[in-house]
Nanobody, 123 residues
């Protein structure tokens, strides 16, 4: 059974940093695109960042470009999101997402979801 487990969320002041991790189990995702999405209260889930299986190709939402960095360690079957210069509008539940077969990253979600981790940025 495939599982994606996020960690690293928490409460941080504006301007601070957090690093999210997503540990995958049940299968390896080294050939598949993975990404991060988020959902703020009262809003729809939105794309944040995505990365190719090799890690060489990344895409970001305009709202996080230059502040967030997505990366992966295929040897550990783990996805990361380094978040710097956090803003109150970054407050949301952050979800890890993985493609079942696709290699190419995209802004649309794949087949597998984690349970989410809360990120709260205070002003």
């Amino acid at each position: 059974q495939v599982q994606l487990v996020e960690s690293g969320g928490g409460l941080v002041q504006a301007g601070g940093s957090l690093r999210l991790s997503c540990a995958a189990s049940g299968r390896t995702f080294s050939s598949n695109a993975m990404g991060w999405f988020r959902q703020a209260p009262g809003k729809e889930r939105e794309f944040v960042a995505t990365i190719s299986g090799s890690g060489r190709v990344t895409y970001y939402a305009d709202s996080v470009k230059g502040r967030f960095t997505i990366s992966r360690d295929n040897a550990k079957n783990t996805l990361y999101l380094q978040m710097n210069s956090l803003k109150p509008e970054d407050t949301a539940v952050y979800y890890c997402n993985a493609e079942r077969t696709k290699v190419t990253p995209s802004t649309t979600p794949g087949d597998y979801w984690g349970q989410g981790t809360q990120v709260t940025v205070s002003s």
